[in-house]
Nanobody, 118 residues
Framework: QVQLVESGGGLVQPGGSLKLSCTAS????????MGWYRQVRGKERELVAT???????NYADSVKGRFTISRENAKNTVDLQMNNLKTDDTAVYYC????????????WGKGNLVTVSS
């Protein structure tokens, strides 16, 4: 069973920065896409950012220019650097991985709360 362990959430003031990290319990060699979703209670989960094994990135319009996703295969990690945070960024952030082989399902982390408040 693959485990994704997230870290780095917390409370930050508007305009501040946080970095989320997600470490997979297995090698990322077989992983195609890594990324982050976020969810506010009562709302649908929203895609925030993705990065492919070829380092192609994609961002939600709401975070472009403020968030940066990166991955380091040697450490089995994917990070999300969040700058100029806004109150609307408050949510639980979930990392996920999709595999090169379609035989394997998407795996999710347990979620990490980010609160942006003054």
């Amino acid at each position: 069973q693959v485990q994704l362990v997230e870290s780095g959430g917390g409370l930050v003031q508007p305009g501040g920065s946080l970095k989320l990290s997600c470490t997979a319990s297995v090698s990322t060699i077989g992983i195609d896409v890594m990324g982050w979703y976020r969810q506010v209670r009562g709302k649908e989960r929203e895609l925030v950012a993705t990065i492919t094994r070829g380092d192609t990135t994609n961002y939600a319009d709401s975070v472009k220019g403020r968030f940066t996703i990166s991955r380091e295969n040697a450490k089995n990690t994917v990070d999300l650097q969040m700058n100029n945070l806004k109150t609307d960024d408050t949510a639980v952030y979930y990392c996920f991985v999709d595999w090169v082989s379609a035989r394997f399902p998407r795996f999710w982390g347990k979620g990490n709360l980010v609160t942006v408040s003054s």
